[in-house]
């Protein structure tokens, strides 16, 4: 795989079920993603695009074709292979936060780098400079119960972006959250993605949020189709 691609995908398939009972979700998915790059996955509900981002991301395996991930062929590696290539390169937001909520804010974003081998030390400070970044400077030791929907979007931007990942998957990062405060977390997280260079891989339905990535790709009928 040429090193200036982040992700390459060819000839994709995924189908579930059996025989004549046997459902296609995508069919011959093609993609190329290079670096610092800004793509959202844009289709109705059931379309398929949360399930090819599960698969683009090693969470999930197609049933026919290749993906490769920063240059790893991800239909070809177990699923502890995949884990650590995701510790290592990836981040994720999910549209339900997907918090520890055991842990306060802070814990929740020193978690993934104390879980690569990173120091307390060294992940604090990262975990804190993060934090007041997004404006949460008072808010570290609250559990998530404690914090609004958009401050819990807000840690977990923090922590996924606490490992400076070269690749972050969002999916439905405001499907939760009114139009204001989506709005706040858009700004917030398209901001961060400037600064740390990293390519961003969105899930939406939001057409107005879509339209801030570079790039805009329709799923329908088991295919990717290319909006301008």
Not at 221 to 226: H, N, P, Y
Request: hydrophobic share 40%; charged share 25%.
């Amino acid at each position: 795989m040429p090193a200036e691609n982040i992700l390459e995908v060819h000839r994709l398939s995924k189908s579930v079920g059996r025989g004549e009972h046997q459902l296609s979700i995508l069919t011959g998915v093609e993609l190329v993603v290079k670096p610092a790059e800004t793509l959202a996955l844009i289709g109705e509900s059931g379309s398929g695009k949360s399930t090819l981002l599960g698969i683009l991301a090693g969470l999930d395996d197609g049933t026919g074709g290749e993906v490769r991930l920063l240059g790893s062929p991800l239909h070809q590696m177990d699923e502890e292979q995949r884990a650590a290539l995701r510790a290592k390169s990836i981040g994720f937001v999910f549209q339900s936060f997907m918090l520890v909520p055991t842990l306060n804010a802070l814990e929740n974003v020193q978690l993934p780098a104390l879980l690569r081998g990173d120091s307390d030390r060294q992940s604090r400070a990262q975990a804190q400079a993060l934090l007041t970044q997004l404006g949460l400077a008072a808010r570290m030791t609250h559990l998530p119960a404690q914090l609004s929907g958009g401050e819990q979007q807000r840690v977990a931007l923090a922590r996924a972006f606490s490992g400076r990942p070269a690749l972050l998957f969002a999916d439905e990062p405001t499907g939760n959250l009114d139009r204001k405060t989506g709005d706040r977390i858009a700004d917030l997280l398209f901001g961060l993605n400037r600064d740390y260079a990293t390519t961003l891989i969105l899930v939406t339905h939001d057409e107005q949020l879509a339209a801030r990535c570079d790039r805009r790709l329709r799923v329908r009928d088991g295919k990717l189709w290319e909006e301008a």
